[in-house]
């Protein structure tokens, strides 16, 4: 009864390699978000679709390409993986006209 | 966009006491969240609160939207409530708007 999921939990890889999150939800929302953690801990989102829709695109590389392919899930990719990506990546999702989100555990990706 | 400080930086607190965490946010707000992250990283919703007064347990938090400031109450502190303690806006006009982490409270409780 989970109610956003992330798999894998924990990614190590090697640089240059391309690998992929996935996240799903069964809250029934439409919105979904990643957020990037970084060393020092702080939090910051890095894209968010609506209805299957991207509507937040922050500065991110064009490395890293999300895509949702229905409201439930949003995957994301990365291609030519860096050491500066090793991070813990969470997932969120809400719905339209609710303002709070819920948060996903978390994958912790390690590149080496 | 909005900025989200949050104070003290750090916390050192013996079992039992009580602490107040603060966050002060730049703009109005229609979402203000607490989380709790664990020593295991887990992100956990303590609390939805863009104004008012909430209770939950030996916590408990309060916004004041007009003057841009929410409280964090940690009564009698356990060692399990050790973590980073964020707060979390949205002055978007959407629902769908991006949320803007503080850079969170170090909570240490030693038994």
């Known amino acids: 009864d989970t109610a956003v999921s992330q798999t894998p939990k924990y990614l190590v890889t090697q640089m240059g390699n391309d690998k992929s999150i996935k996240c799903e939800q069964n809250?029934?929302?439409?919105?979904m978000y990643w957020y990037k953690q970084d060393s020092k801990k702080f939090l910051k989102i890095m894209f968010s679709y609506n209805n299957k829709e991207l509507i937040i695109n922050e500065t991110v590389p064009n490395r890293f390409s999300p895509k949702s392919p229905d409201k439930a899930h949003l995957n994301l990719h990365i291609n030519s993986l860096e050491l500066g990506d090793s991070a813990v990546y969470f997932c969120?999702?809400?719905?339209?006209?609710?303002?709070?989100?819920?948060f996903g555990p978390g994958t912790r990706l390690t590149v080496t | 966009g909005i900025q989200v400080e949050q104070s003290p930086p750090d916390l050192i607190l013996q079992e039992g006491a009580n602490s107040t965490l603060r966050c002060n946010f730049s703009?109005?707000?229609?979402?203000l969240q607490w989380f709790h992250q664990n020593p295991w990283g887990q992100l956990i919703n303590l609390f939805y609160?863009?104004?008012g007064t909430k209770q939950n347990g030996r916590l408990s938090a309060t916004t004041v939207a007009t003057e841009r400031y929410s409280l964090l109450y940690i009564s009698s502190s356990q060692t399990t409530d050790s973590g980073v303690y964020f707060c979390?806006?949205?002055?978007?006009?959407?629902?769908?708007?991006?949320?803007?982490f503080g850079q969170g409270t170090i909570l240490t409780v030693h038994p």
């Open positions: 609160i863009p104004s």
């Open positions: 969120a999702s809400t719905k339209t006209g609710v303002y709070e989100q819920y």
């Open positions: 703009d109005s707000v229609n979402n």
């Open positions: 979390v806006a949205n002055a978007g006009g959407t629902s769908y708007g991006k949320l803007t």
């Open positions: 809250l029934g929302h439409d919105t």
